[in-house]
C-alpha cells in the first residue's frame, strides 16, 4: 500500500467488525477475524480508540467485500452506511428534528479530523437540494475509502429525513482523477 503515512482511528476500523456482526452473525465475524492479518486481529482484540495506520481500515474494508461481497468494492458502501449509524448514537434522534441535510454534511466535514490525521471533507452547497464532498489533501486515496466514504454520506444524509437520497462518485483520485468529489441531491 505504501505511500505516506496517514493515520485513523482505530473506531474506525472495529465498525467493519461490528458490520460482519450485526449483518451476518457471530461465526461471520470469527471467519473476519480468522482472515485478519495479525495487525489487524490484534487491533480487534484490544480495546480503546487509539489512532492506527490507514492501512489496517483498507484491509478490514477489503476483507468485509473478499469474505461477504463479490470481492469488489461494492459492499464498502454499505459498511460505509452503517458506520454513519454507528457514528451517530444518541444523536440521531435529535438530528432528524432540527438539521437540515445539508448541515448535517457540514457538521460531519468539521468532525474529518476526529477520525483522520490527513486530509479534510470539503462541503459546498449547490442549491438547495444538492451538496458537493470533496476529500481534499488526503495523500493516500483508495477505493475502499472513497465507496465507503460514499455510503457514509448517503446515509447521513438520510438522516435529515429527505424523501429521497441519492449520492455518487462524480470523481476519485484513487481512479486516476484530479480530486475526489461526492455529489449528495435529496427531495
Not at 32 to 45: N, T, V
Amino acid at each position: 500500500m505504501g505511500g505516506s503515512r496517514v493515520r485513523v482511528r482505530a473506531s474506525a476500523v472495529r465498525v467493519r467488525e461490528q458490520f460482519v456482526l450485526a449483518r451476518y452473525g457471530k461465526l461471520a465475524r470469527e471467519t473476519f477475524r480468522k482472515e485478519a492479518s495479525r495487525e489487524l486481529a490484534q487491533l480487534l482484540a484490544t480495546p480503546g480508540d487509539v489512532w492506527v495506520d490507514f492501512d489496517l481500515f483498507v484491509e478490514a474494508t477489503g476483507r468485509v467485500c473478499s469474505l461477504f461481497g463479490d470481492g469488489t468494492p461494492t459492499l464498502a458502501r454499505a459498511v460505509g452506511a452503517f458506520g454513519a449509524e454507528a457514528n451517530m448514537g444518541p444523536w440521531r434522534s435529535l438530528v432528524h428534528r432540527l438539521l437540515s441535510p445539508k448541515v448535517i454534511l457540514e457538521v460531519a466535514g468539521m468532525l474529518w479530523s476526529h477520525h483522520y490525521d490527513a486530509g479534510r471533507l470539503v462541503t459546498t452547497a449547490r442549491g438547495d437540494t444538492e451538496v458537493s464532498l470533496k476529500i481534499q489533501d488526503f495523500p493516500r486515496p483508495h477505493l475502499m475509502h472513497c465507496m465507503s466514504v460514499e455510503g457514509w454520506c448517503e446515509r447521513t444524509l438520510a438522516f435529515g429525513r429527505p424523501k429521497h437520497v441519492s449520492v455518487h462518485q462524480a470523481s476519485c483520485r484513487a481512479r486516476g482523477d484530479d480530486c475526489c468529489e461526492l455529489i449528495g441531491r435529496w427531495e
